[in-house]
């Protein structure tokens, strides 16, 4: 049986990577990152181009057709170059009227999505901290009500899917009467995310949406394990890069045995991870019912990885790693985002136990 990837789910990876480190240099990821304001729609405008806004789009409705797992190869990609953009956000709405919604809904927004006129994002976590679909308390029955945190790309999306008691999901346009976005001041500025408020706005509830919450919120997981993945990697990278041009004491720091290990350590908890990605990746098109546990223990287990593995970047970089004329904190502070982002590790892996019927 093989496990590796089609030589066309290759292309689609090696050419996102290749567009990111063309178009998001050093220089073009610093200004994003410290300017105040969301700079990145240039850069999403590219991946529009290539057809990332519609992968998993069915084709029907002028998308790829695609599976998850071609999206988590991009996302891995995008978290590799630490793209700035609301590919998360965007990704997953499209996911969620492919899953809930009725014929007419996705007549009226798939095409549109798929093609980067609308742009989407989800609105799903709350002012208390829950992110879950059962914790959900924002309402929709005829109107929309309630506060969404930590909302991507909040500022410029054009759609949210809002994820409501019940639990369920709802259609919220951006202009409707009754909605308003506040910014956040989040640590990844590579992904900007602001507050979403509901006061009596018009929606539009996902005809399926009972089973759909729920798939959408296991992609999610998926989608923020692949970049952990992603960025992860990077890190490593770039350490054994620095460890062969840094000199101390007359060598290079790459000849130091604790350095040594460190690294391997580094490299050793990542690669073996990608097995859990890309099996999340093939369970939740493949394999439904063991969808929601492989999705909940990528989650857990590559951010945890991932922000270990860019603090010890940040180590291998002595003194310069931990200022903020070092890049290493953009691809830190995206590692604190994945973590956190839809739950903890902690409340994954509680998930995962439960699923098992542990």
Sequence with gaps: MDFGLSEEQELLQATVRQFAERECPPAVRRRQFESPEDQSLELWRGLVDLGVSGLAVPEAHGGAGLGLLELALAAEALGHAALPGPFLGHALAGLAVSLGGSEAQQRTWLPRLACGECLGTIAFPEPDGASQPEAWSAKANGAASGVKSLVPAAAQADLFVVGVAGPGLALVERRAAGVS????????????????????????????????????????????????????????????????????????????????????????????????????????????????????????????????????????????????????????KRAMFDRAFLGTPAVHRERAARLAGW
């Design 181 to 332: 976005v506040e910014p956040v001041a989040g640590a990844d500025r590579t992904r900007r995310v602001g507050r979403l408020v509901l006061e009596g706005a018009a929606c539009e509830p996902l005809a399926r949406c009972a089973e759909a919450a729920s798939r959408v919120r296991d992609a999610a997981l998926v989608l923020l394990a692949a970049d952990a993945l992603g960025g992860a990697a990077r890190c490593v990278e770039t350490s054994v890069e620095y460890a062969k041009t840094r000199e101390q004491f007359g060598v290079t720091i790459g000849h130091f045995q604790a350095l040594k290990h460190q690294l391997a350590d580094m490299a050793l908890a990542v690669e073996p991870s990608r097995a859990l990605v890309w099996y999340a990746a093939h369970a939740f098109d493949a394999i439904p019912a063991e969808a929601p546990r492989a999705a909940a223990l990528a989650k857990a287990h590559l951010t945890d990885v991932y922000l270990e593995v860019a603090r010890a970047t940040v180590e291998a970089h002595g003194g310069i790693g931990f200022t903020w004329e070092s890049d290493v904190q953009i691809w830190y």
